[in-house]
Structure formats: C-alpha cells, structure tokens
C-alpha cells in the first residue's frame, strides 16, 4: 500500500534546499550547521512541529529541541477542525466503498472495502479517530 503525503509549503522547502545546498558546499566537510540555517529549522519547528522539520531537513531531533526557546517546546501545530459529515443508513450491504482519510500533519490513508454497512463504516471511523481498533 502506497501512502502519499501532502506536498510540503514553500518555505520548509526552501530551507531544505537550504540545508541541502550547505551540506554540499561545506568545507571542512564535518563544518558546524550556521546560525541561520539553526534559526530557519526553529522557525520552521515552531510553526509544523519538532519531529516533521528534524525529518525533513535531516537534524538530530534533539540538538533541534535544544535550540527551541523553552516556551516554545510544549507547543504543537493546532489540529485542523474535523468536519462533520452525516450518513444516513442503506437497508442493507452497501455496494464497494473507498475511504481516504488524511491526518492534521498531511499523512494519508485509503482504505477500499468490497462491501460495508453504514454501522461498519462508522466503527471503522471512530476506531481511526480515536487511534484505536473499532470495536
């Protein structure tokens, strides 16, 4: 199964070439990482989250932690607003169904199912967005 996630803004890659761009340059090649490159991944940590911006620009989480303000270290992206959608119940099995369901940090899942119920379909939901099994 393929997980496709969402392209990534402007500006995290921008500072990644950034980073990339530096570490084929450097000289010596084991050359301390510059300030503005260190104040571009904080900047970049503050607005998508500690762990996104290490993997991307390929940073040691926790040297990135350290180098985040002390207030700024507990906060966390805001999650994006769930939307509500109502679904009302077909007598019966219903026909094949496709779900895709992608996360606040742009992670994805589909999920195609032959047949479901709408009951199913709704366990299954709550299970995804509880981050439990449906039950």
Do not use: N
């Amino acid at each position: 199964m393929r997980v496709r996630t969402a392209p990534k803004p402007l500006a995290m890659e921008r500072v990644r070439q950034r980073f990339e761009r530096w570490r084929r340059t450097r000289t010596p090649r084991r050359s301390p990482i510059p300030d503005a490159l260190w104040a571009a991944a904080v900047a970049l940590a503050r607005q998508h989250g500690l762990y996104a911006t290490s993997r991307l620009l390929r940073l040691d989480y926790t040297a990135l932690k350290k180098r985040m303000p002390a207030g700024d270290r507990t906060v966390a992206p805001a999650p994006a607003s769930p939307t509500f959608v109502e679904l009302t119940p077909a007598p019966g099995p219903c026909a094949a169904c496709v779900i895709e369901i992608e996360s606040p940090c742009g992670g994805r899942m589909r999920v195609q199912v032959p047949q479901v119920t709408v009951p199913d379909l709704v366990a299954l939901t709550r299970g995804v967005w509880s981050g439990g099994a449906p039950r």
